[in-house]
Nanobody, 120 residues
């Protein structure tokens, strides 16, 4: 069982930066994949970025490439999402998730989410 707690959200002006954190409790194995998703009001939840726990390999959705950076600190059991050059369309609730299978399809554990609001 894994529990996730996100933090770091807030209100920022367009062009600004935020760093989200996701603290995981429970055993995280090297085969796990950690991910960030976001859900804007009235829209479905969408994938943002993933990182493999063991090797640190990353993957991003096209709309955030070059602006967002996902990383993990295995000593702290924490995943980060550094968000730069933020745009109003990045406004959403951001969720952290864990895929214990490692195929980026079975997201078994989720955090409660943290709100990010980007003003124009």
């Amino acid at each position: 069982q894994v529990q996730l707690v996100e933090s770091g959200g807030g209100l920022v002006q367009a062009g600004g930066s935020l760093r989200l954190s996701c603290a995981a409790s429970g055993r995280i194995f090297s085969t796990y994949v950690m991910g960030w998703f976001r859900q804007a009001p009235g829209k479905e939840r969408k994938f943002v970025a993933t990182v493999t726990w063991g090797g640190g390999s990353t993957y991003y959705t096209d709309s955030v490439k070059g602006r967002f950076s996902i990383s993990r600190d295995t000593a702290k059991n924490t995943v980060y999402l550094q968000m730069n050059s933020l745009k109003p369309e990045d406004t959403a609730v951001y969720f952290c998730a864990v895929d214990p299978v490692g195929d980026r399809r079975l997201w078994a554990y989720w955090g409660q989410g943290t709100q990010v609001t980007v003003s124009s």
